[in-house]
């Protein structure tokens, strides 16, 4: 059974830096085609894909946050973690973890996290 | 990116009803689309994907088809815990990417 799980902070201040955890089980992310995302979703809008990372350590990001995006693995810990810098009020959202399948199918997603951009 | 164009925005169903929700893909995304439930305060939940596989322990009133850029989510006979936001998303190729949601609320 895969479940994932977001940890992190709830509250930053504008221009400070976001780093988000997620700790998985019932996966290896050394597996072939395993790979671990992040999406988000504003309060009432719409799921915003951020950023992939895949067993064998390729990295994909969004191309509008790009710059602002870091995402790393430490497979034997079984946690994947995401780095957003420069957070603004308009990253407010419940930010989630996901599993990707052999098939790039996202089909597992974590509880989610809302993470609030104020001052 | 791919973008894709999802109708409606909302709509108002009774309990009982056929309803139909269509994902348009700004280019062809060979059938790898997915077809996600969302509940208030709760993540996405996966329903149907390849277009038109059900996802296990899915109610087989859900139901989808389509190929190319354009694909229909079908609930048959709406039941009350079917009032929801539904979205898909393509898979194809990243990033990946979402339509714009469609919320199912009580006629």
């Known amino acids: 059974q895969i479940t994932l799980k977001e940890s992190g902070p709830t509250l930053v201040k504008p221009t400070q830096t976001l780093t988000l955890t997620c700790t998985f089980s019932g996966f290896s992310l050394s597996s072939n085609g395993a790979g671990v995302g992040w999406i988000r979703q504003p309060p009432g809008k719409a799921l915003e894909w951020l950023a992939l990372?895949?067993?064998?350590?390729?990295?994909r990001y969004s191309p509008s946050l790009k710059s602002r995006l870091t995402i790393t693995k430490d497979t034997s810990k079984n946690l994947v973690v995401l780095i957003m810098t420069n957070m603004d009020p308009v990253d407010t959202a419940t930010y989630y973890c996901?599993?990707?399948?052999?098939?790039?199918?996202?089909?597992?997603w974590g509880q989610g996290t809302l993470v609030t951009v104020s001052s | 990116d791919i973008q894709m164009t999802q109708s409606p925005s909302s709509l108002s169903a009774s309990v009982g009803d056929r309803v139909t929700i269509t994902c348009r893909a700004s280019q062809g995304i060979s059938n790898s689309l997915a077809w996600y439930q969302q509940k208030p305060g709760k993540a996405p939940k996966l329903l149907l994907y390849a277009a038109s596989s059900l996802q296990s322990g899915v109610p087989s009133r859900f139901s989808g088809s389509g190929s190319g850029t354009d694909y229909t989510l079908t609930i048959s006979n709406l039941q009350p815990e079917d009032f929801a936001a539904y979205w898909c998303q393509q898979y194809y190729t990243t990033p990946l990417t979402f339509g714009g949601g469609t919320k199912v609320e009580v006629k």
């Open positions: 996901v599993h990707r399948a052999q098939t790039a199918l996202i089909d597992y």
């Open positions: 990372i895949y067993w064998d350590d390729i990295k």
